[in-house]
């Protein structure tokens, strides 16, 4: 089983002066700075109100940029060295270039440790603590080394000036991974984490609970070329299970991971829509489905794009799948199928009403329904004002715009959305469906309509 979740420590970008806004850092170098010169003047011996040479400036100042990279060793060696002591699980070390562990554990900034918390009970947030401040309390013991260094008269001066870099360096890393903050970009820093972990344990369990299913439901969701996801029963109830999660985070993306497969799948078998060899055992997935889609459309704490995308395309693909098992023939308002499908289309423009495929899923909905007019209503003005859509998006509303003209009894303006959509998706299941039925109402009424469209624009359908 893939590890559950880790704590990861980061220094260098994401701690240090950089781990604060670009505000915070440029005062915290101004003043480490500051202290490097001063420091310097009274190791020369330099008299009041003068400053050092500037050979005597630039070594402490080397030192100290140097030293704000190199104090990556000393804090990442302090949180490997505390999680041993503490036998909290390793799962990898960064260290520049040095990368120890899984390679999973690994990405990431220039230096930081993961430990994997959750195989971790007893006095967890009291262990978790000591080993996240044990990285900036080793850049501080190493800083209190070199200032003995720097303070020695019988050292050579040189090597107290930049003795007097690396303590400053070392004071600015260890200090500004104490004193809680975070980045620029929302990143914790060691202090904060540590003073999350004593005063917010419970909070800081359900990170690492929320961690472990995210993995886990990373693992579901990934199989391996050799073994597809619907083979895999207990995957699949792993990523249902976590479709209802109160947890937002965890419900969208097993949500999204599980229905992102059933629609790639089914896809594949409507590929061909009206023809007789369509395997209609690949979409049928998709409606053992269809109650946990509709919950999660409903969730308000979804964002709306994605309870759109979940709930448009699965009533979109379940339409296409039902129309297919009954060609020629009406649909049934209120059968239980059509009930679901509108119910799920309803929820996806709901979310998001100026989504042409939202529009296009719920307009196909009320065709199924025996509401021609609101079809038509929903796609006359917006298919063409959104003339930067996809092509494929744009031919689907036009074929079912042209639908409901059709049953609306304008078959002039439904033969020429059927020439617009065909010329900008001619093998869409839609398109086809709609110049097979106008071009066979053309030869009922002895007025044959070529399948291959004219210079018909999308406009010109108004």
Sequence with gaps: MAPGSWVRLVVGEDAGASSRGPRTSSLLAIGAGCLVVLWARRLVGAPPGSLPGPDQTLVPLVGFFAGVLLHVVPHEVGHAVAALVLRLPVLGIAVGPLRIGRPGQLAGSSGHVRVDATRVQHALPTRMAVFILAGPAANLAIAAVTASVADNPSSRLDLRLAMAGLT????????????????????????????????????????????????????????????????????????????????????????????????????????????????????????????????????????????????????????????????????????????????MAELGFAARRDWLPARTALALARL????????????RNHVVAVSDADPLERARAMAVWGFAEFELGDRDRAKRLAAAAYRLAPEGALTLSLVHRVSAAADQDDDPVATQPSEASPGSAD
Excluded at 368 to 379: C, F, I, K, T, V
């Design 368 to 379: 199924m329904q025996d509401r021609p007019s609101e079809a038509r209503d929903l796609l």
């Design 168 to 343: 400053a360096a070392g004071l600015l890393v260890g200090i500004a991974n104490l004193v809680p903050g975070t980045s620029s970009q929302g990143v914790a820093n060691d202090g904060t984490r540590a003073l999350r972990w004593i005063t917010q344990p419970s909070r800081e369990r359900a990170q690492i609970a929320l961690g472990r299913d995210l993995s886990n439901l990373q693992r579901a969701a990934s199989p391996s070329a050799d073994r597809r996801l619907a083979a895999q029963p207990a995957d699949l109830d792993w990523l249902r299970a976590a479709a209802a999660d109160p947890r937002p985070m965890i419900a969208g993306r097993a949500v999204t991971a599980l229905v992102s497969e059933r629609i790639r799948r089914a896809s594949g078998a409507l590929a061909g829509v009206g023809a007789a060899d369509v395997n209609l055992s690949l979409v049928q997935p998709l409606w053992e489905d269809t109650s946990l889609v509709i919950r999660y459309a409903s969730r308000l704490d979804q964002p709306a794009a994605t309870r759109a995308a979940v709930a448009a395309n699965v009533a979109l693909l379940l339409s296409l799948s039902y129309m297919a098992q009954r060609p020629g023939e009406s649909t049934d308002p209120a059968s239980v199928e059509v009930t679901t499908i509108a119910r």
